[in-house]
């Protein structure tokens, strides 16, 4: 991977499965029902159940790493959520180097889903070997 | 109703989170990580780490026992009904490491309105065994009509 502004990483496209967010809901310890059951989130006033935002922004955080060469990489990674992501839809990461400077590279980043942007804003340091 | 800011600055006692080797690879693989780093313990041992490589995003495992007390604080007065998760930084230090002991201090950093929206944001501070600061998480959720 070459490093230079204006670069396009790898894109990083997940398809969550229907019980992503349960499992996530467990691995992190959030168990907000809006994330797991159904009928709660539809109760709520949502389509349905909806992925935690910090599941999506794991997925930002992957693109980076996997990108940069490893998890040390990974210095600093800022990010807004917006709008709502789905399980059983397509995630695409993108993202581009804005700059470099002093062997880190500054990367703006986004995770859509069908045309909605469901992270937004984000930007990654990476110290680069 | 007028939004309160008396919690600015308030901090809540530090909680230690022992990282374990399963929860590391439970996580690692709800993100879909394919790192050996996060995953294999030889791949991990072969790279000079004592044991699995948590991933950066794990963050939000081992600083979770630490936010829950400052989001749930009635004195901070989120109305949960009307939050969402608005924003999230996160800056690292070294790696955190299966058996590592890291410790997380929560502060409320910032609550204000801003056209009827409430802003509350948090600051985490993860410390491990050794004095290393392993990240540090601002935390930023809004409240719909306040």
């Given amino acids: 991977m070459n490093f230079e502004a204006g670069a396009q990483l790898p894109d990083l496209k997940v398809t969550p499965d229907k019980y992503l967010s349960v499992r996530y809901a467990g691995a992190s310890g959030d168990y907000n029902p809006i994330h797991i059951d159904e009928e709660f989130a539809k109760a709520v006033g949502l389509p349905g159940r909806i992925l935690h935002g910090l599941f999506s922004m794991a997925l930002v955080a992957r693109a980076q790493t996997e990108a940069a060469g490893g998890p040390a990489s990974l210095k600093r990674l800022s990010v807004q959520f917006r709008g709502m992501g789905f399980p059983e839809q397509e995630i695409v990461v993108t993202s581009t180097v804005a700059r470099v400077r002093d062997g880190v590279a500054t990367v703006h980043a986004l995770a859509e889903q069908g045309g909605n942007v469901i992270v937004h804003d984000a930007e990654a340091e990476l110290e680069l070997p | ?146």
């Fill in chain 2, 1 to 146: 109703m007028a939004l309160s800011t008396d919690a600015v600055g308030k901090t809540y006692p530090p909680v230690t989170y022992a990282v374990g080797r399963e929860k590391v690879r439970e996580y690692a693989l709800a993100v879909g990580e394919r790192d050996p780093l996060h995953l294999d313990v030889e791949a991990a041992r072969a790279a000079g780490y004592a044991d699995l490589v948590a991933p950066p995003m794990f963050a939000v495992v081992y600083a979770a026992p630490a936010m829950g007390p400052a989001i749930f604080d009635p004195h901070v007065g989120m109305n949960f009904a009307l939050m969402v998760h608005g924003g999230q930084e996160f800056a690292w230090g070294p790696l955190v490491v299966t058996g590592d002991e890291v410790v997380t201090s929560v502060t409320v950093k910032r609550i204000e309105e801003r056209a009827g929206v409430g802003f509350f944001v948090f600051e985490s501070v993860s410390t491990n065994q050794d004095g290393h600061t392993v990240c540090v998480g601002t935390w930023t959720n809004i409240v719909q009509g306040v």
